[in-house]
């Protein structure tokens, strides 16, 4: 069974970065993407990013576009989610999810089925 455990969340001040790291405890061979989302107060949750287990396949959301980026570091078994230019708007819940191979579209919430507890970002003005 494949785990997943989010690091990297914190408080920045607007205009900061953070770098928000997803560990893979497991096999990634039934793997077809792995992503990023987050989820705000009463508000469903949004994908960021996505890409696949080699980094071919790479994915972002126009919402987040030119500012997050998504990564893959196999060494580490990771998916990270680089975030830059943060803004209060951007504070929220973030989760780390995987979507195995009988799954499709990357931007499809409901095709992710193992989660990770999630992190809080908080950005500040």
């Known amino acids: 069974q494949v785990h997943l455990e989010e690091t990297g969340g914190g408080s920045v001040q607007a205009g900061g970065s953070l770098r928000l790291s997803c560990v893979v405890s497991?096999?990634?061979?039934?793997?077809?993407?792995m992503a990023w989302f987050r989820q705000f107060p009463e508000k469903e949750r949004e994908v960021l990013a996505a890409?696949?287990?080699?980094?071919?396949?790479?994915h972002v959301a126009d919402s987040v576009k030119g500012r997050f980026t998504i990564s893959r570091d196999s060494a580490k078994n990771t998916a990270d989610l680089q975030m830059n230019s943060l803004r209060p708007g951007d504070s929220a819940m973030y989760y780390c999810?995987?979507?195995?191979?009988?799954?499709?579209?990357?931007?499809?919430?409901?095709?992710?089925?193992?989660w990770g507890q999630g992190t809080q970002v908080t950005v500040s003005s």
């Open positions: 999810a995987i979507m195995d191979r009988r799954g499709g579209w990357w931007s499809v919430v409901p095709n992710y089925s193992i």
């Open positions: 497991g096999s990634t061979d039934n793997i077809r993407y």
């Open positions: 890409i696949s287990p080699g980094g071919i396949n790479v």
